[in-house]
T-cell receptor, first 113, second 114 residues
């Protein structure tokens, strides 16, 4: 099942710089997209979401961009902090009633001091 | 901040045994879910539950699996006769509503079937 793909298994960024995590999807029925952060031995923590009627959503240091024509979304974290080091998952759903999320395989972000 | 809690954090069981994984969703949430992550694989959807019934389930969620909300606070996943391939991290989640409502996950139960 490759409906949601995160092509970069890992990313290393200097503290204070911008982190950009990317995600591609294939199912044109998806209309709600989310980013989660996950630390070892914990569950995914919700970060930010975007509905397909928007192309940008911002919450503090986190901004999600959605390009529907390219079926691509990205998460920008600026400035990056050491506590941002974690695995980041994008997820998508066809927004009908309960959320059957389809997850990407995750990108491990490491913030270097 | 309210959170989803899961017990136990780790469960070891023998093949063929029944296990029950327990979850307490966020109190005012209306939708409940189970997801799982086999080691090295993606997080995958198992089942959603709303208004005291299953609203959707995946192909993984066969007759060996069942869910229940036995009271106003708990949400359980039962695996009737565990198989080796059921070994995974099981995550419970809840959301306030359905559409456009982010899921909030618990910290998971690691199930090891020997």
């Amino acid at each position: 099942d490759q409906q949601v793909k995160q092509n970069s298994p890992s990313l290393s960024v200097q503290e204070g710089r911008i982190s950009i995590l990317n995600c591609d999807y294939t199912n044109s029925m998806f209309d709600y997209f989310l980013w989660y952060k996950k630390y070892p031995a914990e569950g995914p923590t919700f970060l930010i979401s975007i509905s397909s009627i928007k192309d940008k959503n911002e919450d503090g240091r986190f901004t999600v961009f959605l390009n529907k024509s390219a079926k691509h979304l990205s998460l920008h974290i600026v400035p990056s902090q050491p506590g941002d080091s974690a695995v980041y998952f994008c997820a998508a759903s066809a927004n009908q009633g309960a959320q059957k999320l389809v997850f990407g395989q995750g990108t491990r972000l490491t913030i270097n001091p | 901040e309210p959170e989803v809690t899961q017990t136990p954090s780790h469960q070891v069981t023998q093949m063929g045994q029944e296990v029950i994984l327990r979850c307490v969703p966020i109190s005012n949430h209306l939708y409940f879910y189970w997801y799982r992550q086999i080691l090295g694989q993606k997080v995958e959807f198992l089942v959603s539950f709303y208004n005291n019934e299953i609203s959707e389930k995946s192909e993984i969620f066969d007759d060996q699996f069942s869910v229940e909300r036995p009271d106003g606070s708990n949400f359980t996943l039962k695996i009737r006769s565990t198989k080796l391939e059921d070994s995974a991290m099981y995550f419970c989640a809840s959301s306030l509503t359905g559409a456009n409502s982010p899921l909030h996950f618990g910290n998971g139960t690691r199930l090891t079937v020997t």
